[in-house]
Antibody, heavy 122, light 110 residues
Framework: EVQLVESGGGLVQPGRSLRLSCAAS????????MHWVRQAPGKGLEWVSG????????GYADSVKGRFTISRDNAKNSLYLQMNSLRAEDTALYYC???????????????WGQGTLVTVSS | QSALTQPASVSGSPGQSITISCTGT?????????VSWYQQHPGKAPKLMIY???YRPSGISNRFFGSKSGYTASLTISGLQAEDEADYYC??????????FGGGTKLTVL
């Protein structure tokens, strides 16, 4: 059974940093691309970032480019999102999602975690 | 990148069919066959219902049908059931090498 478990969320002040993690199990992690997708309270889904199976290709939404960094450790079956210079508008539930294929620009998220909440506020 | 355009809400009675539209531009929906549809129940994670415009993942009912014509992709749900009541989102890859979602459509089963 595919499982994705996010962690690392919390309350953080504007301008500070936070690192999210996603622990994956139930599938061959280094066969698939991965994504981070967020959802602000009461709002719709917003794609944040995607990474290929080996980290060789990465994409970011314009809203986070230059501030967020996605990475993965295939030996640990883990996905990460380093979030710097956080803003109030980054407040959201952050989902980790597995892609159907090895390349992130396939952009088909077939399994999702339950999310970790990030609140940016002073 | 602007969000894809979806109706805010649609409704139908049990057994009926409904269609949710998702309108984009030549830089996303029209330019790529990478449209996906997700179902999200309140307080739950999204669930993939359709990918690559019209393909259903294993385990998804054939009551869900995806299509595309020009700038608009559509999700049709036939034989509406109470459990279909949820929010639905479309998404597409874009020429800016990122991903855009629709604003979401709330489906109410009357």
């Amino acid at each position: 059974e595919v499982q994705l478990v996010e962690s690392g969320g919390g309350l953080v002040q504007p301008g500070r940093s936070l690192r999210l993690s996603c622990a994956a199990s139930g599938f061959i992690f280094d066969d698939y691309a991965m994504h981070w997708v967020r959802q602000a309270p009461g709002k719709g889904l917003e794609w944040v970032s995607g990474i290929d199976w080996n980290g060789g290709s990465i994409g970011y939404a314009d809203s986070v480019k230059g501030r967020f960094t996605i990475s993965r450790d295939n030996a640990k079956n883990s996905l990460y999102l380093q979030m710097n210079s956080l803003r109030a508008e980054d407040t959201a539930l952050y989902y980790c999602a597995k892609d159907r294929l090895y390349n992130w620009n396939n952009v088909v998220s077939d399994y999702w975690g339950q999310g970790t909440l990030v609140t940016v506020s002073s | 990148q602007s969000a894809l355009t979806q109706p805010a809400s649609v409704s139908g009675s049990p057994g009926q069919s409904i269609t949710i539209s998702c309108t984009g531009t030549s830089s996303d929906v029209r330019g790529y066959n990478s449209v996906s549809w997700y179902q999200q129940h309140p307080g739950k994670a999204p669930k993939l219902m359709i990918y690559d415009v019209s393909y259903r993942p294993s385990g998804i009912s054939n009551r869900f049908f995806g299509s595309k014509s020009g700038y608009t992709a559509s999700l049709t749900i036939s034989g509406l059931q109470a459990e279909d009541e949820a929010d639905y989102y479309c998404s597409s890859y874009t020429s800016s090498s990122d991903v855009v979602f629709g604003g979401g459509t709330k489906l109410t089963v009357l």
